[in-house]
């Protein structure tokens, strides 16, 4: 039994290619580990957001010294890192938004990277401190990014291998639904890319 986090960042919904291939890895996780929860997370809905000068405040004051400013500001953040810790298994839906990741996303990753919480460094260099986490990610893109021409413009999956890395989540493995606006390949696109689906 597993505890599944899955994040949705598309604004899309039903038309939404990461969502969609993101439930399918949720549905293969469950038929291999039966009797496992799945939270969802909707940041697309429920506006995660960007820093602001009161969220890094917050950040850098020790909880003791927390006014109530500090303690609204950094709800978001505290309840973000307290998900991935409770969660076992985390699906991050990714569609490539003009080469890069959603806004969205951003934000969520700019409140759980949080020195001495999230990371810290040392003598070695900086350490990653979620540990034990297995990740999922599900990218989406109307051109084929996995290889080709354009795998250099991909600042999706290199970007999210080392940020969630950099943190400590370094068992990642990446499925894709890409080319949906290609001739020739969005007939097959979906379908390949829910075939792709591996599940370790």
Do not use: C
């Not at 990714?94 to 919480?117: M, Q």
């Amino acid at each position: 039994m597993k505890k599944i986090l899955h994040i949705i960042t598309s604004p899309r919904g039903e038309a939404s290619m990461s969502i969609k291939l993101g439930n399918a890895i949720v549905e293969k996780i469950l038929a291999k580990y039966p009797g496992s929860t799945v939270k969802i997370k909707d940041i697309a809905k429920s506006l995660f957001p960007h820093l602001e000068e009161a969220h890094l405040t917050s950040f850098f004051t020790p909880a003791e010294h927390y006014t109530p400013e500090n303690r609204e500001a950094i709800k978001h953040s505290e309840e973000a890192v307290k998900e991935i810790h409770d969660a076992d298994i985390i699906v991050v839906g990714a569609p490539l938004y003009n080469f890069s990741i959603p806004s969205t996303l951003k934000a969520w990753i700019d409140h759980i990277a949080r020195a001495g919480i999230t990371f810290k460094y040392d003598e070695n260099g900086p350490q990653g401190l979620i540990n034990g986490k297995k990740i999922y990610l599900a990218i989406s893109s109307g051109a084929v990014y996995s290889d080709g021409p354009y795998k250099p413009a991909d600042f999706v999956e290199p970007y999210l291998k080392f940020m969630l890395g950099f943190l400590g989540m370094t068992d990642i493995s990446v499925s894709r639904i890409e080319g949906t606006m290609v001739p020739g390949i969005k007939d097959t696109a979906v379908e390949k890319g829910l075939e792709s689906i591996a599940i370790d």
